[in-house]
């Protein structure tokens, strides 16, 4: 047996660079009730857009099915993603269900948090133990600019609130900056969070998917960010959590929390890259910012037993080079301040 190949229990399974398989983010619908300009832009994903119908969807049965594979492959983190995952019906059946399958560490879920009052008692009953909510600033002008006027700061915040009663901590706050835009609202969001046990992780403008109308001038460095709101909010950096742990940790110096700055422009992290990702539809993808996946929900569907998609996945991470954001300064010298080529969408496949 070679050292790619694995057994399932007494080898790890790893890609081309030595990576193993140990996250899986799975998104259960590609619908959203947010219209974020760099995820869902309204003038795309208006009224009369299709989203997939409920007979293109992995069902509950499906999904568990999936993850009993993927956790016999090394698959110890699970993260539940969308579009917006609670809008997923009957959502804490499904993690009911895979919270329960052996090999599963950790099972966590992202949202906007507007649907939370009222599903995050049922979900933490379920078996969930953690959210991380999106919120991009708390200044109700930008926010409603940059999630197409959906909602309001408010919403979110009550969701933040119902997260914390029902035991769904640490809450990480994700906030996506983007220059020129929000920015400016930085400080005044880790500041609010600051000393609550919540953790602000701000995250570098990227370009997933092709319809963001990304660019390069739009991204402030995670340098720069963390400039600003020590200039203010006084930090120092902190040791990671774990091996492959995306967001760079900063902790404020009073004692008060900490921060993290995901940086995947100016400091990529491909080399620790752990994570699948499972879309809506059943495909299996190795990288955020793939151009297709390889499809699961077929051969689930026509009969192949377990053993057969295991060897799927097996064969498809084996041969993971996935590496684009390492790439991304090549391709930017080459082809502008835009990248051209084609991608997955990130309401595909959930961030």
């Not at 620790?272 to 051969?299: H, I, Y």
Request: proline share 5%; aromatic share 6%.
């Amino acid at each position: 047996m070679s050292p790619q190949e694995t057994s399932g229990t007494d080898r790890e399974l790893i890609d081309t660079l030595a990576r193993p398989l140990h996250d899986l983010r799975i998104s259960v619908t590609d619908r959203c009730n947010f219209r974020c300009t760099y995820c869902m832009p309204e003038e795309i994903f208006g009224e009369k857009y299709k989203f997939l119908p409920r007979a293109e969807i992995l069902s509950f049965e499906e999904i568990e099915r999936l993850v009993g594979i993927f956790t016999g492959l090394g698959a110890r983190k699970l993260r539940i993603t969308g579009g917006e995952p609670l809008l997923r019906v009957d959502l804490p059946d499904l993690l009911a269900r895979i919270a329960q399958v052996p090999g599963v560490e950790d099972l966590a879920l992202t949202t906007n948090a507007t649907l939370l009052p009222r599903q995050a008692a049922a979900l933490a009953e379920a078996g969930l133990r953690r959210v991380t909510i999106s919120l991009d600033s708390l200044d109700e002008d930008v926010f409603s600019q940059m999630n197409g006027g959906k909602l309001s700061v408010a919403r979110v915040l009550e969701g933040v609130e119902a997260a914390e009663r029902a035991g769904l901590g640490p809450i990480k706050i994700n906030t996506v900056v983007q220059k020129g835009v929000n920015d400016h609202t930085l400080v005044e969001l880790a500041r609010h969070f600051k000393g609550t046990g919540h953790i602000v992780r701000f995250i570098e403008y990227m370009d997933v998917g092709t319809r963001n109308a990304w660019d390069m001038n739009q991204v402030l460095p995670a340098a720069e960010i963390v400039e600003r709101i020590g200039a203010e909010l006084p930090l120092a950096p902190a040791e990671p959590n774990y091996r492959g742990e995306v967001a760079k940790r900063w902790r404020y110096q009073d004692g008060q929390g900490e921060i993290g700055v995901i940086a995947s422009v100016t400091q990529p992290f491909c080399g620790d890259c752990t994570r699948a990702r499972l879309t809506t539809e059943g495909q299996l993808v190795t990288c955020l910012f793939a151009e297709k996946g390889v499809d699961l929900r077929t051969p689930l569907r026509n009969g192949s037993s377990d053993a057969e998609i295991r060897d799927l996945i097996v064969a498809t991470w084996r041969k993971r080079s996935d590496r684009y954001s390492d790439e991304r300064q090549e391709l930017l010298q080459i082809e502008g301040v835009k990248p051209s080529r084609r991608r997955i969408e990130m309401y595909q496949v959930g961030g």
